[in-house]
Each structure stands twice: as structure tokens, then as C-alpha cells.
């Protein structure tokens, strides 16, 4: 059976379970369970490049899977603003750091948190972006985090419905080809409750033929911005359905830039319990021979700065410049993290 008609099954058989029907217009994803691939394995490339996405199992063990929750959780509490993981009541969005789309953390120096940097130098993870590549030599993105608060007890805490937002990050007239896989590690199970990312597997392949289909659209995107967002009727959409991938604590989703894709709340209804829904790690590398040296001094400066980026590793993108994050009213309010002291490895994957 191909997977397409496996989605479609699972699709069919889930019926009534999601927390609510989906608005006019949206596509639902269905939550699956995929195959696993070693990180750096030769099957995991070949998936990558046959679906546009491949989910590497336990690129951190469950041990430092459990370490970087709990590095997160040092995060918040340091941010100054009365965050107590022990204690849900203080996780309001008065104390919350600044989220975009989806319930990112991008600001606020969380790329360059304790967390961040644990979890980018366990060797399991280069080696998954490494084996893509052919490439040994790479760097690594400063990006932040994604952390779901319990919306069971609180509804404002809610992300994005699936299906409401697919998008690719990469402009398919100035970046042709593959330029980038993103990624992301789950430091928690996932599951339809839980909620996760969306993607419509193959939608890779399309990719060449967006300026055609939507020259008007497209036409509204500067050159520069790695963002395209598909209308819900786009007829891209409809042939597979979005999925959501099962992953265990320390998985690595990997998905090719071109891949089209987004974030989903809850497919079902979750326990009313005082514990994150989801936390990820986001996280991407690439080759540094793609970066020039203005780029490379950039990113150089960054750590000292603890300035958080984007995906994108070839191009300097200050995250701290996110609208949402200019519009804090009072961004002194949050203590960023100190300067991270780091050892070559570390200091190999910025740019040194």
C-alpha cells in the first residue's frame, strides 16, 4: 500500500476525534505513524529526497531529551518575569516570552540559551544534516524554540489550527532548488492531542511551478523573504493530505525548505494537565562554504550579542527584529541569557 493511501486511511478512520471540525476552507491533517531512519543514514537521505521529509529517531537520547526540557525550563524562569514551572498559574502571557506564528519563541536571547546550544552539539544531530549534505563542515542556525502552554487550561494558549497557514520558507524564484532543511527536535512525545508540524509530503516537487500558478501572488512577496503562504483552495493542496508525524522524545524532523508546511494545535481534545503540550527545538544546518565572510563576522558577533536568527545560515537574519518583537512595549523587561561560553566544536558550528 503507498503512503499516500495510508494517509488516506487514517485520514478516513479518524472521524470524529479531532478537538473541533475544522473552519470553511481548511485542511485537516492526519496524524501518522512513519518510518524512523539512524541519523546519518544513507535510507534517511533517499526518504528525504523521495517525501520531502524524514523523521531521524533519537538524535538525542531520552536522557538528553529530558536535559534540554529541563534547560529550557532555566530559560523561562531566568527571563526575570515570575515564570515557576512548578507552578502553571505563572506561565500567563504577562510573563511569557514574545511568540510568532505557531507559538515560536524566536527573541529574547533564546537562541543563544543553555538549551539551544546543549542541544545543537550532541553529535547525532550534525551527523543527521551532515549526511544530507556530503558535508562535514557545517554551521548552525541560532533559532529559538517552540513551547506550547496547556490550552486545556487556558483557551488563549492555543496555536494555529493545521491547514490555516501552509507555507514554504523559501522564495521559489531567487532560491531554486534545494537550499535548505529545516528541522526540529521534539523534546517530548507527541501525539493528536498534543498537536505538531504539518506537512503534505512530496509537495516538494511542485515547488517549480508556484511562479506559474500564482505569478499575482507571488509578485506581492519581496525577492528577499524566504515565505509563501498557499490560499486554503490552492489545488497544490489538495492531492495528498497534510500528515502529522508521531515522534518520540529526541526524534529529528527534517523537511526540505520546499516541502510545503506549517504547525498544528491539538487534532484532540488534551488532558487539562499543568505540563507543556509541545516543546522543540528548531534547528538547521548547512554547509559553511555557502556563507560568505561578511556573513560568517556576523554571525560571529551574534554570540557575543545573543542574537537569535532564522533558519537560514548563508544569510544573516536578526530575529530580535520580528514585528512581534519590535511591538514588546517594554522588552527590558525579559533578562537575556549571558554570552555562551563555548568550546570549538560549538565555536566550528558559528562560523570561528
Known amino acids: 500500500m503507498s503512503e499516500q493511501a495510508d494517509v488516506r486511511r487514517a485520514h478516513d478512520a479518524r472521524g470524529s476525534a479531532a478537538a473541533e471540525p475544522a473552519g470553511p476552507g481548511v485542511i485537516e491533517p492526519v496524524y501518522v505513524h512513519v518510518e524512523r531512519f539512524a541519523p546519518g543514514s544513507v535510507e534517511s537521505v533517499a526518504y528525504l529526497q523521495e517525501h520531502g521529509y524524514v523523521v531521524i529517531a533519537n538524535a538525542l537520547s531520552p536522557q538528553e531529551a529530558a536535559r534540554g526540557l529541563d534547560l529550557a525550563w532555566d530559560y523561562l524562569e531566568e527571563l526575570g518575569t515570575g515564570i515557576d514551572r512548578s507552578d502553571w498559574t505563572t506561565w500567563g502571557d504577562d510573563r511569557w516570552p514574545t511568540s510568532v506564528h505557531g507559538g515560536i519563541?524566536?527573541?529574547?536571547?533564546?537562541?543563544?540559551?543553555?538549551?539551544?546550544?546543549?542541544?545543537r552539539s550532541v553529535p547525532a544531530v550534525k551527523a543527521a544534516f551532515a549526511a544530507i549534505w556530503q558535508d562535514d563542515d557545517l554551521l548552525v542556525s541560532f533559532d529559538g524554540m517552540a513551547l506550547w502552554r496547556p490550552w486545556a487550561l487556558n483557551e488563549a494558549w492555543?496555536?494555529?489550527?493545521?491547514g490555516s497557514w501552509l507555507h514554504i520558507d523559501q522564495h521559489p524564484i531567487t532560491r531554486p532548488g534545494l537550499q535548505c532543511v529545516q528541522g526540529l527536535i521534539s523534546l517530548l512525545p507527541t501525539s493528536p492531542a498534543t498537536g505538531g508540524n504539518v506537512l503534505i509530503p512530496g509537495s516538494h516537487r511542485?515547488?517549480?511551478?508556484?511562479?506559474?500558478?500564482?505569478?499575482e501572488r507571488l509578485g506581492r512577496v519581496p525577492l528577499e523573504v524566504d515565505h509563501f503562504r498557499f490560499p486554503a483552495d490552492d489545488p497544490l493542496l489538495t492531492g495528498t493530505p497534510p500528515i502529522m508525524c508521531h515522534l518520540e522524545a529526541g526524534d529529528l524532523l527534517l523537511w526540505d525548505s520546499r516541502t510545503i508546511h506549517c504547525s498544528s494545535g491539538s487534532l484532540e481534545a488534551p488532558a487539562a494537565e499543568a505540563a507543556l503540550l509541545r516543546a522543540v527545538s528548531l534547528i538547521c544546518m548547512m554547509p559553511r562554504r555557502l556563507s560568505s565572510p561578511e556573513v560568517l563576522e556576523k554571525r560571529r558577533k551574534a554570540v557575543e550579542r545573543v542574537t537569535s536568527t532564522t533558519n537560514w545560515t548563508d544569510r544573516f537574519i536578526n530575529a530580535d527584529r520580528f514585528p512581534q518583537i519590535l511591538a514588546e512595549p517594554n522588552p527590558e523587561r525579559f533578562r537575556r541569557p549571558d554570552p555562551p561560553v563555548l568550546n570549538d566544536y560549538q565555536r566550528r558550528l558559528v562560523g570561528w
Open 105 to 119: 519563541l524566536p527573541g529574547h536571547g533564546i537562541g543563544h540559551c543553555a538549551a539551544q546550544w546543549f542541544i
Open 158 to 162: 492555543r496555536t494555529n489550527r493545521g
Open 206 to 215: 511542485t515547488f517549480e511551478k508556484i511562479a506559474e500558478a500564482y505569478p
